[in-house]
């Protein structure tokens, strides 16, 4: 009984639970060259800045700082000198790709990046023997980091990748031309009509549009003498296609 009363009045006095642990920063951290970043969230880095998810410090040398957990606790950290020596990588550019093929033993990366700005590199590729990168319509660079040790890359080679051909399109096919009331009529066709920005039509070397028509006839009137019409596609690239060419001859019967 006495134990009883004496848990009641325990409770009656309120009993408290043992305060919660602050939380630990959970993060990740990584040298590229000069660069140092830290990946996480809830996080703060002083003398760091910040860039979305992460945080980054240019220096070359050691040094330390801490990570903070926005509503807990912080961490210490000591991060090596820069590495300064670039992997020693052969490039060999083709039509539509980049192949990167190292000289030496080791793990590298590939982070495309803004020129040679490594501030905010992204994650491409990881590799030992070659690998090939595919190139784009635009011009862009990328990085080529060895693996130094956990978290530890090498500076960079810095590599611009120049941009593929644009594609051509195919030329308009099966065309003529119909001669009614003083007019003639230049028609023709495409199988990628749909997906064309149009067609420039040409009279005897002369382009007569000024932006692509999106029709796949002409109306002119019926020429005197021996003409040549040429019509070409023009894609979204604005690349135009070999030429289908269409001749009329005076008083000539029509085709179809």
Same mark, same amino acid.
């Given at each position: 009984?006495? %134990?009883?009363?004496?848990?009641?009045?325990?409770?009656?006095?309120?009993?408290?639970?043992?305060?919660?642990? %602050? #939380?630990?920063?959970?993060?990740?951290?990584?040298?590229?060259?000069?660069?140092?970043?830290?990946?996480?969230?809830?996080?703060?880095? +002083?003398?760091?800045?910040?860039?979305?998810?992460?945080?980054?410090?240019?220096?070359? $040398? /050691?040094?330390?700082?801490?990570?903070?957990? @926005?509503?807990?606790?912080?961490?210490?950290?000591?991060?090596?000198?820069?590495?300064?020596?670039?992997? $020693?990588?052969?490039?060999?550019?083709?039509?539509?790709?980049?192949?990167?093929?190292? %000289?030496?033993?080791?793990?590298?990366?590939?982070?495309?990046? @803004? !020129?040679?700005?490594?501030?905010?590199?992204?994650?491409?590729?990881?590799?030992?023997?070659?690998?090939?990168?595919?190139?784009?319509?635009?011009?862009?660079?990328?990085?080529?980091? !060895? &693996?130094?040790?956990?978290?530890?890359?090498?500076?960079?080679?810095?590599? +611009?990748?120049?941009? !593929?051909?644009? #594609?051509?399109?195919? #030329?308009?096919?099966?065309?003529?031309?119909? %001669?009614?009331?003083? !007019?003639? &009529?230049? /028609?023709?066709?495409? +199988?990628?009509?749909?997906?064309?920005?149009?067609?420039? @039509?040409?009279?005897?070397?002369?382009?007569?549009?000024? $932006?692509?028509?999106?029709?796949?006839?002409?109306?002119?009137?019926?020429?005197?003498?021996?003409?040549? /019409?040429? @019509?070409?596609?023009?894609?979204?690239?604005?690349?135009?296609?070999?030429?289908? =060419?269409?001749?009329? /001859? #005076?008083? =000539?019967?029509?085709?179809?």
């Amino acid at each position: 009984m006495f %134990l009883f009363l004496f848990f009641l009045f325990l409770l009656s006095c309120g009993i408290k639970a043992p305060p919660k642990p %602050l #939380p630990e920063p959970q993060f990740q951290v990584k040298r590229i060259g000069s660069y140092v970043y830290v990946i996480g969230e809830d996080i703060e880095v +002083k003398g760091f800045e910040k860039n979305g998810n992460f945080w980054y410090k240019k220096s070359e $040398n /050691y040094f330390c700082f801490n990570v903070k957990h @926005i509503k807990g606790k912080s961490k210490k950290v000591c991060v090596p000198e820069a590495n300064f020596e670039k992997p $020693n990588v052969v490039v060999k550019e083709f039509q539509e790709s980049v192949v990167i093929i190292p %000289l030496e033993k080791g793990i590298f990366r590939v982070y495309r990046i @803004i !020129k040679d700005d490594l501030v905010n590199p992204t994650a491409l590729k990881e590799f030992q023997k070659e690998i090939e990168i595919p190139k784009e319509y635009k011009e862009f660079y990328i990085g080529i980091t !060895k &693996v130094v040790g956990k978290g530890y890359e090498s500076s960079p080679k810095i590599v +611009k990748i120049p941009p !593929k051909p644009y #594609p051509v399109p195919e #030329p308009p096919y099966s065309g003529g031309y119909i %001669l009614s009331k003083g !007019k003639i &009529v230049i /028609y023709w066709f495409h +199988k990628d009509y749909e997906n064309l920005k149009g067609f420039n @039509i040409y009279k005897n070397g002369v382009k007569l549009n000024k $932006n692509p028509a999106k029709k796949t006839t002409f109306t002119d009137k019926i020429p005197n003498e021996k003409t040549v /019409y040429k @019509i070409t596609a023009v894609n979204s690239f604005g690349i135009e296609s070999k030429p289908l =060419e269409i001749t009329v /001859y #005076p008083q =000539e019967p029509q085709k179809f």
